[in-house]
C-alpha cells in the first residue's frame, strides 16, 4: 500500500524538479542545473519503483548506449578541431577554454537565445521524417511565421496573454499553410518534396524584404534601415528577469515553448492514434495502407505540422528577442535546423540537447573569436565533424567488425601458438 | 548407380567447419564429401547453416576453423574469384545480372576475349553458342535479360558458371522462382550436367526437390550435419523429422466439412487493370461460402496480385463487383474493409504486411489503432492495453519472442508471418484473404500454419487462398480454381484431379 501512494508522490516530484531546475538554468541560474539532477535521480527511482530493478539498469544500458556515438563524435570533432588550429596557428586550448567558457558559462544566456528558435526548425525537421518526408524548407516557413507574427504583432490589441497565444497559434497556422501546396503535390503528383518546399523556402524568404518595407520604420530614426515598426511591449514574449532578477535582460522564456512543444512532439508521435499512422507511413507505407490507413493523410498532416514548427521558430525571433522584424537573411535557422534533427536521430527529446548543443557552439564560437585571434569558423568545422560523426553510424559497426576480427585472429594465433 | 559412388573420386571434401558469427555459431564442425559427378543436396530449415556453408566453400566467408579440401589438396579462397579459378561456380537465389544486356554480354562480363583491353564479341558468341549446345542449354545469345523468362535468366546464371569452366556447380534455392514447367526443365538440366561430369550441389528446404533430382543429400539443423542420406534409400517423412528435429506431419490432416449454402464473398465478372493499363484480372467470378477454402492456383504473374489488391481496396476496381455479404463494397476503402470483418494475410509480409522497425505490440494493433480500447478518448494510444493484448496473442499463436516491445525486424521469418495471423486471425474476419502464406517458411512453420488457417475454415470462416505452391492448394483447398491470365480457366474438387492435371490448366492448356 505504500508502494501504490509513493509511486505517484515521487513522479510528481521529479517532475516538479524537473520543470524548477529547466526554468532556472535557461533563466542562466546555474543552481538549476542541481534541480535537474535531482530530477533525473526521483525519476529513476520512480522507474525502479514501477517496473524493478532489472528494468532499471536496462533502461540505463540502453541510455549510455544511445549516448556514446554522440559522445564520442564529440570528442573526435574537437580533436580534429584542435588539429585544425594548430596547422593554422592558433594556440587550441587557449581558444577551447574561451569557446566553452563562452558558451557554457559567460554567454550561457546567448547559448539559449540561439538554441530557441533552432528547438522549434529541429522539431519541424524531425518531424517529418518520422512521415519519411524531408522538410528542407523549414527556413521559409520560418520567415512565414515570423511575418506573421510582426503584422499580427502591429495589429492586435487584445489583452496581452490572450493575444501572445493567438500571435503563436495564427502565425504557426499561416506557415503550415505554405506547406499545403507542397503537400498536396506530393499527395496528387508524387512531386518531391525536397524540391517543392525548397523552392517555397525561397520564395517566402525573399517575401521579408518586401513585407519589411510595407511595415517599416523611419529610416532616419533607425541605423538600420530595413526593419519594420516595434512590436507594442504588450505582444512581447515575458522575459526571465521579470522573476528571475540576475538573468540577463534579453532572454526571454521562447525557450521553455519550444521544450514544451519537444515534448508534445513526443507525445504525438509515440502516444496518439495520427503519429502512430505517421510513422508506420513513414517506416512502410505499403504495409501501413493494406492495414487502412490512408497514406495521403499521414503526409499531409505531417508537413502541415512541420510547417506549424518551423513557423513557431519565426514567431518566437519576432515576439520574443527582437520585437522587430530584420531583414536579415543570413541566420538559416531553418538549414541548421535540419542538422539539429540529423543529430538528434529525429527524436523530438534529442532536439531539445542538439538544439542547446549547436546554440551554445555558435556563442562559445563569437566569444572565443572575440577573446582571442582564432577564427570562429573554427566552429563550423567542429559542427560539420560531429554531424558527420554522429550520422553516418555505420562507421561504428565497421570498426567494431574490424576490432572483432583483429581480436579473433590474435586469439587464433595465441591459440597456435601454445 | 548409388552402390558405386563411394568409389568415385572425391572432388571437394570440408573437414571441421566451423563458423562462428558475432552472436551465432553458424556452422559447428560440418564435415561433407562430394563426388565427381553427382548431385547432392543441402536440406535444412531457414538458419540451419546451408547458406553459411555455401558462401565458406564460394570465398564469401572465411570459416573460423576448419579446411577445404580441393582433389585432396588444401585451398584457401580470400574471394569468389579465388573459388572460380578453381573451378566453382553458384547460382544465388537472387540472380546477379545486368538486365539491358544481352545474354553474351551477361555470361563474359568480368572473364572478357579479346586482346589489349578490347572485347572480342564475335568470339564470345560462338563461345557462348557452343557451351549452350553442348549442356542444351537453349538460349537466344542476343536477347536483353530482362526480355528473358525467369526461368531463362537462371539459364544465363548457370551458363556463365559453366563458361568459366566450372565443374562444382552450387545452385542455391534453384526451384524458389520456378513454373513448376520450369521446375522440370531445370531438373532435366542438371542430370544432363551430371552426366557430363559437372558435380552439383543444391541448397534447399523442399523435400520434393532432394527426393526428385539428387544422388545424396545431407541434413543440417542447428549448424550442424545430423544426418547424411542416399535419397534411395530414404523417405520424405525420414527427411522431414531429421531436418526439424522432431515428428512432423507433411500434410496436416483435413476433416470433410459441408460449406454453408449463402456465399459470404461474391466476385461479379471482375476486371482491375494492372500498373501499364493491361487487364491483369479480367472477367473473373467467384462465391465463397462460410466455412470452405477456395484455393487460386497458378503460375506468378496470371493476376494473382492484382486480384488480392483489388479484393483488399488497394487498388481500383475496373468494372464488376464484389460483394461482402449482401452489400456491394467494390468501390469502399481498405479502411473500412478491415472495418466490416475482411481480413488479409499478403504474400510478401515484409512489404505489405509489417512495417518491420516497429514493435510487435504496434504490428500486431495495426489497423485497429483506430478504435477502442486500443484508443482512449480519440487520439490517445492505450500502449499498456497494446501490449497486454499483444503478450495474450503471442502467447496463443506460439511467437518466439522474449518481449512484444522487440521490433518485428528482429524475429525469424516464420514467427514474422505468426505475427501476422495473429493480427488477422484474431480479428474474427467473416471473409480471410490468404495469399502465398508459407513462402519462404520451413517444414515446422508450415504444419502450424496449415493448422490455424484449417481451424479458420473449422470456425465458418470464408477463405480464398492464392498459392503457387500446388502442395499447398492441394493439402488445404475444399475447391480449385486455377487462374490463367487473369481468368478462371477451370474448377476441380481436389480428391478428383492432381497435380498434373491442376498444372496443365496453369499453363494454359498448352504443353
Redesign the interface.
Same mark, same amino acid.
Given at each position: 500500500m505504500d508502494k501504490k501512494m509513493l509511486k505517484p508522490v515521487v513522479f510528481i516530484l521529479s517532475i516538479l524538479l524537473a520543470v524548477i531546475g529547466t526554468t532556472l538554468y535557461m533563466g542562466t541560474y546555474f543552481s538549476g542545473l542541481l534541480f535537474i539532477l535531482a530530477a533525473v535521480a526521483v525519476f529513476l527511482v520512480y522507474r525502479w519503483l514501477e517496473s524493478g530493478k532489472t528494468a532499471l539498469i536496462d533502461l540505463l544500458k540502453a541510455g549510455a548506449r544511445t549516448l556514446m556515438v554522440p559522445f564520442f563524435g564529440i570528442i573526435i570533432a574537437i580533436v580534429i578541431g584542435a588539429i585544425v588550429m594548430l596547422a593554422s596557428n592558433y594556440d587550441p586550448i587557449e581558444s577551447y577554454r574561451a569557446l566553452f567558457y563562452g558558451a557554457f558559462v559567460r554567454n550561457w544566456y546567448v547559448s539559449v537565445l540561439n538554441a530557441a528558435p533552432l528547438m522549434f526548425t529541429g522539431l519541424s525537421v524531425a518531424l517529418a521524417f518520422h512521415a519519411g518526408l524531408f522538410n528542407i524548407g523549414a527556413e521559409g516557413q520560418y520567415y512565414i511565421g515570423a511575418m506573421a507574427a510582426t503584422f499580427l504583432g502591429l495589429n492586435m490589441n487584445l489583452p496581452p496573454v490572450l493575444s501572445l497565444v493567438l500571435i503563436f497559434i495564427l502565425s504557426g497556422m499561416l506557415a503550415s499553410a505554405w506547406n499545403i501546396v507542397p503537400a498536396v503535390l506530393k499527395v496528387r503528383t508524387g512531386a518531391h518534396e525536397v524540391i517543392t518546399t525548397m523552392m517555397l523556402a525561397h520564395t517566402a524568404r525573399y517575401l521579408s524584404p518586401i513585407f519589411i518595407r510595407a511595415h517599416g520604420g523611419d529610416p532616419s530614426t533607425s541605423d538600420h534601415a530595413y526593419v519594420t515598426d516595434q512590436l507594442p511591449e504588450t505582444n512581447w514574449l515575458p522575459r526571465f528577469n521579470s522573476f528571475l532578477p540576475d538573468a540577463n535582460y534579453r532572454l526571454h522564456v521562447g525557450i521553455l515553448v519550444g521544450i514544451v512543444m519537444a515534448l508534445l512532439v513526443y507525445y504525438l508521435l509515440y502516444?496518439?492514434? *495520427?503519429g502512430?499512422?505517421i510513422? @508506420?507511413v513513414g517506416?512502410?507505407k505499403? @504495409? @501501413?495502407? @493494406?492495414?487502412? *490507413?490512408?497514406v495521403g493523410k499521414a503526409i499531409m498532416m505531417a508537413l502541415l505540422f512541420a510547417g506549424f514548427l518551423a513557423g513557431l521558430a519565426g514567431v518566437n525571433q519576432v515576439v520574443g528577442l527582437d520585437h522587430k522584424l530584420y531583414e536579415n537573411l543570413s541566420a538559416g535557422y531553418g538549414w541548421n535546423g535540419i542538422s539539429v534533427a540529423l543529430l538528434a536521430g529525429s527524436h523530438p527529446i534529442g532536439v531539445i540537447f542538439t538544439a542547446l548543443l549547436w546554440g551554445a557552439l555558435d556563442a562559445g564560437g563569437q566569444y572565443m573569436a572575440r577573446v582571442t585571434d582564432t577564427s570562429n569558423s573554427i566552429v563550423e568545422i567542429i559542427k560539420g565533424i560531429i554531424l558527420f560523426l554522429v550520422v553516418a553510424k555505420y562507421i561504428y559497426a565497421y570498426l567494431g567488425n574490424r576490432i572483432?576480427r583483429y581480436r579473433?585472429r590474435t586469439q587464433?594465433a595465441a591459440k597456435e601458438a601454445t | 548407380m548409388s552402390a558405386q559412388q563411394d568409389t568415385k573420386q572425391v572432388i571437394l571434401e570440408t573437414k571441421s567447419i566451423v563458423k562462428?558469427f558475432?552472436r551465432v555459431l553458424a556452422n559447428n564442425d560440418i564435415s561433407i564429401k562430394l563426388h565427381k559427378g553427382e548431385i547432392l543436396s543441402l536440406l535444412g530449415e531457414n538458419g540451419a547453416g546451408k547458406s553459411t556453408l555455401m558462401n565458406v566453400l564460394y570465398g564469401l566467408y572465411t570459416q573460423?576453423?576448419g579446411k577445404i579440401l580441393l582433389n585432396d589438396q588444401e585451398v584457401e579462397f580470400n574471394s569468389p574469384k579465388d573459388a572460380i579459378d578453381f573451378g566453382l561456380g553458384m547460382v544465388h537465389q537472387h540472380f546477379m545480372l545486368l538486365d539491358p544486356f544481352t545474354v553474351t554480354e551477361n555470361i563474359i562480363l568480368g572473364a572478357e576475349p579479346g586482346k589489349f583491353g578490347t572485347i572480342d564479341y564475335k568470339q564470345a558468341r560462338e563461345e557462348v553458342k557452343a557451351i549452350s549446345e553442348k549442356h542444351g542449354l537453349k538460349v537466344d545469345p542476343d536477347a536483353t535479360v530482362e526480355s528473358l523468362s525467369v526461368g531463362l535468366q537462371q539459364r544465363v546464371e548457370i551458363l556463365k558458371a559453366l563458361y568459366r569452366k566450372a565443374n562444382i556447380l552450387i545452385l542455391d534455392e534453384p526451384t524458389a522462382v520456378l513454373t513448376p514447367q520450369e521446375v522440370d526443365e531445370l531438373f532435366e538440366v542438371i542430370k544432363g550436367l551430371r552426366d557430363s561430369g559437372v558435380s552439383v550441389i543444391i541448397i534447399t528446404h523442399k523435400l520434393e526437390e532432394v527426393m526428385a533430382i539428387s544422388d545424396r543429400v545431407y541434413i543440417l539443423r542447428g549448424g550442424e550435419v545430423v544426418g547424411e542420406r542416399k535419397t534411395s534409400e530414404t523417405s520424405k517423412t525420414d527427411l522431414a523429422n531429421l531436418m526439424v528435429g522432431r515428428e512432423v506431419v507433411l500434410t496436416v490432416e483435413k476433416e470433410d466439412k459441408e460449406a454453408g449454402d449463402q456465399p459470404v464473398f461474391k466476385i461479379e465478372d471482375l476486371r482491375v487493370l494492372n500498373q501499364k493499363n493491361y487487364p491483369a484480372i479480367d472477367g473473373l467470378s467467384l462465391d465463397i461460402k462460410p466455412g470452405e477454402i477456395v484455393g487460386i492456383a497458378g503460375v506468378d504473374g496470371n493476376g494473382q496480385s492484382e486480384l488480392a489488391e483489388a479484393l483488399?481496396g488497394?487498388l481500383p476496381v475496373d468494372s464488376g463487383k464484389v460483394i461482402h455479404l449482401g452489400d456491394d463494397i467494390t468501390d469502399l476503402?481498405?479502411?473500412?474493409?478491415?472495418?466490416r470483418s475482411i481480413s %488479409?494475410v499478403?504474400s510478401d509480409r515484409h512489404?505489405?504486411?509489417?512495417?518491420?522497425?516497429?514493435t510487435i505490440g504496434?504490428n500486431i494493433m495495426?489497423?485497429y489503432?483506430?478504435r477502442t480500447p486500443y484508443?482512449k478518448s480519440?487520439?490517445?494510444?492505450d %500502449?499498456k492495453y497494446i501490449n497486454s493484448h499483444a503478450a495474450e496473442l503471442v502467447e496463443a499463436y506460439d511467437i518466439r519472442t522474449p518481449d512484444v516491445q522487440n521490433p518485428a525486424e528482429k524475429l525469424s521469418g516464420g514467427n514474422q508471418q505468426k505475427v501476422i495471423l495473429a493480427r488477422e486471425f484474431s480479428r474474427d474476419p467473416t471473409f480471410l484473404l490468404v495469399s502465398q502464406p508459407t513462402r519462404g517458411l520451413d517444414v515446422g512453420a508450415i504444419e502450424y500454419i496449415h493448422r490455424q488457417i484449417l481451424a479458420m475454415r473449422d470456425h465458418n470462416v470464408a477463405i480464398l487462398l492464392i498459392s503457387l505452391e500446388l502442395e499447398e492448394i492441394f493439402a488445404l483447398s475444399d475447391r480449385i480454381e486455377v487462374l490463367y491470365e487473369g481468368r478462371i480457366v477451370k474448377e476441380f474438387d481436389p480428391k478428383q484431379t492432381d497435380h498434373k492435371e491442376v498444372g496443365y490448366y496453369m499453363t494454359g492448356g498448352k504443353e
Amino acid at each position: 500500500m505504500d508502494k501504490k501512494m509513493l509511486k505517484p508522490v515521487v513522479f510528481i516530484l521529479s517532475i516538479l524538479l524537473a520543470v524548477i531546475g529547466t526554468t532556472l538554468y535557461m533563466g542562466t541560474y546555474f543552481s538549476g542545473l542541481l534541480f535537474i539532477l535531482a530530477a533525473v535521480a526521483v525519476f529513476l527511482v520512480y522507474r525502479w519503483l514501477e517496473s524493478g530493478k532489472t528494468a532499471l539498469i536496462d533502461l540505463l544500458k540502453a541510455g549510455a548506449r544511445t549516448l556514446m556515438v554522440p559522445f564520442f563524435g564529440i570528442i573526435i570533432a574537437i580533436v580534429i578541431g584542435a588539429i585544425v588550429m594548430l596547422a593554422s596557428n592558433y594556440d587550441p586550448i587557449e581558444s577551447y577554454r574561451a569557446l566553452f567558457y563562452g558558451a557554457f558559462v559567460r554567454n550561457w544566456y546567448v547559448s539559449v537565445l540561439n538554441a530557441a528558435p533552432l528547438m522549434f526548425t529541429g522539431l519541424s525537421v524531425a518531424l517529418a521524417f518520422h512521415a519519411g518526408l524531408f522538410n528542407i524548407g523549414a527556413e521559409g516557413q520560418y520567415y512565414i511565421g515570423a511575418m506573421a507574427a510582426t503584422f499580427l504583432g502591429l495589429n492586435m490589441n487584445l489583452p496581452p496573454v490572450l493575444s501572445l497565444v493567438l500571435i503563436f497559434i495564427l502565425s504557426g497556422m499561416l506557415a503550415s499553410a505554405w506547406n499545403i501546396v507542397p503537400a498536396v503535390l506530393k499527395v496528387r503528383t508524387g512531386a518531391h518534396e525536397v524540391i517543392t518546399t525548397m523552392m517555397l523556402a525561397h520564395t517566402a524568404r525573399y517575401l521579408s524584404p518586401i513585407f519589411i518595407r510595407a511595415h517599416g520604420g523611419d529610416p532616419s530614426t533607425s541605423d538600420h534601415a530595413y526593419v519594420t515598426d516595434q512590436l507594442p511591449e504588450t505582444n512581447w514574449l515575458p522575459r526571465f528577469n521579470s522573476f528571475l532578477p540576475d538573468a540577463n535582460y534579453r532572454l526571454h522564456v521562447g525557450i521553455l515553448v519550444g521544450i514544451v512543444m519537444a515534448l508534445l512532439v513526443y507525445y504525438l508521435l509515440y502516444h496518439t492514434r *495520427i503519429g502512430f499512422e505517421i510513422r @508506420a507511413v513513414g517506416e512502410n507505407k505499403d @504495409a @501501413a495502407r @493494406a492495414q487502412g *490507413i490512408s497514406v495521403g493523410k499521414a503526409i499531409m498532416m505531417a508537413l502541415l505540422f512541420a510547417g506549424f514548427l518551423a513557423g513557431l521558430a519565426g514567431v518566437n525571433q519576432v515576439v520574443g528577442l527582437d520585437h522587430k522584424l530584420y531583414e536579415n537573411l543570413s541566420a538559416g535557422y531553418g538549414w541548421n535546423g535540419i542538422s539539429v534533427a540529423l543529430l538528434a536521430g529525429s527524436h523530438p527529446i534529442g532536439v531539445i540537447f542538439t538544439a542547446l548543443l549547436w546554440g551554445a557552439l555558435d556563442a562559445g564560437g563569437q566569444y572565443m573569436a572575440r577573446v582571442t585571434d582564432t577564427s570562429n569558423s573554427i566552429v563550423e568545422i567542429i559542427k560539420g565533424i560531429i554531424l558527420f560523426l554522429v550520422v553516418a553510424k555505420y562507421i561504428y559497426a565497421y570498426l567494431g567488425n574490424r576490432i572483432r576480427r583483429y581480436r579473433r585472429r590474435t586469439q587464433e594465433a595465441a591459440k597456435e601458438a601454445t | 548407380m548409388s552402390a558405386q559412388q563411394d568409389t568415385k573420386q572425391v572432388i571437394l571434401e570440408t573437414k571441421s567447419i566451423v563458423k562462428q558469427f558475432p552472436r551465432v555459431l553458424a556452422n559447428n564442425d560440418i564435415s561433407i564429401k562430394l563426388h565427381k559427378g553427382e548431385i547432392l543436396s543441402l536440406l535444412g530449415e531457414n538458419g540451419a547453416g546451408k547458406s553459411t556453408l555455401m558462401n565458406v566453400l564460394y570465398g564469401l566467408y572465411t570459416q573460423t576453423s576448419g579446411k577445404i579440401l580441393l582433389n585432396d589438396q588444401e585451398v584457401e579462397f580470400n574471394s569468389p574469384k579465388d573459388a572460380i579459378d578453381f573451378g566453382l561456380g553458384m547460382v544465388h537465389q537472387h540472380f546477379m545480372l545486368l538486365d539491358p544486356f544481352t545474354v553474351t554480354e551477361n555470361i563474359i562480363l568480368g572473364a572478357e576475349p579479346g586482346k589489349f583491353g578490347t572485347i572480342d564479341y564475335k568470339q564470345a558468341r560462338e563461345e557462348v553458342k557452343a557451351i549452350s549446345e553442348k549442356h542444351g542449354l537453349k538460349v537466344d545469345p542476343d536477347a536483353t535479360v530482362e526480355s528473358l523468362s525467369v526461368g531463362l535468366q537462371q539459364r544465363v546464371e548457370i551458363l556463365k558458371a559453366l563458361y568459366r569452366k566450372a565443374n562444382i556447380l552450387i545452385l542455391d534455392e534453384p526451384t524458389a522462382v520456378l513454373t513448376p514447367q520450369e521446375v522440370d526443365e531445370l531438373f532435366e538440366v542438371i542430370k544432363g550436367l551430371r552426366d557430363s561430369g559437372v558435380s552439383v550441389i543444391i541448397i534447399t528446404h523442399k523435400l520434393e526437390e532432394v527426393m526428385a533430382i539428387s544422388d545424396r543429400v545431407y541434413i543440417l539443423r542447428g549448424g550442424e550435419v545430423v544426418g547424411e542420406r542416399k535419397t534411395s534409400e530414404t523417405s520424405k517423412t525420414d527427411l522431414a523429422n531429421l531436418m526439424v528435429g522432431r515428428e512432423v506431419v507433411l500434410t496436416v490432416e483435413k476433416e470433410d466439412k459441408e460449406a454453408g449454402d449463402q456465399p459470404v464473398f461474391k466476385i461479379e465478372d471482375l476486371r482491375v487493370l494492372n500498373q501499364k493499363n493491361y487487364p491483369a484480372i479480367d472477367g473473373l467470378s467467384l462465391d465463397i461460402k462460410p466455412g470452405e477454402i477456395v484455393g487460386i492456383a497458378g503460375v506468378d504473374g496470371n493476376g494473382q496480385s492484382e486480384l488480392a489488391e483489388a479484393l483488399i481496396g488497394l487498388l481500383p476496381v475496373d468494372s464488376g463487383k464484389v460483394i461482402h455479404l449482401g452489400d456491394d463494397i467494390t468501390d469502399l476503402s481498405t479502411k473500412h474493409r478491415i472495418k466490416r470483418s475482411i481480413s %488479409y494475410v499478403p504474400s510478401d509480409r515484409h512489404r505489405h504486411g509489417l512495417v518491420l522497425p516497429m514493435t510487435i505490440g504496434e504490428n500486431i494493433m495495426i489497423g485497429y489503432h483506430d478504435r477502442t480500447p486500443y484508443v482512449k478518448s480519440g487520439f490517445h494510444l492505450d %500502449y499498456k492495453y497494446i501490449n497486454s493484448h499483444a503478450a495474450e496473442l503471442v502467447e496463443a499463436y506460439d511467437i518466439r519472442t522474449p518481449d512484444v516491445q522487440n521490433p518485428a525486424e528482429k524475429l525469424s521469418g516464420g514467427n514474422q508471418q505468426k505475427v501476422i495471423l495473429a493480427r488477422e486471425f484474431s480479428r474474427d474476419p467473416t471473409f480471410l484473404l490468404v495469399s502465398q502464406p508459407t513462402r519462404g517458411l520451413d517444414v515446422g512453420a508450415i504444419e502450424y500454419i496449415h493448422r490455424q488457417i484449417l481451424a479458420m475454415r473449422d470456425h465458418n470462416v470464408a477463405i480464398l487462398l492464392i498459392s503457387l505452391e500446388l502442395e499447398e492448394i492441394f493439402a488445404l483447398s475444399d475447391r480449385i480454381e486455377v487462374l490463367y491470365e487473369g481468368r478462371i480457366v477451370k474448377e476441380f474438387d481436389p480428391k478428383q484431379t492432381d497435380h498434373k492435371e491442376v498444372g496443365y490448366y496453369m499453363t494454359g492448356g498448352k504443353e
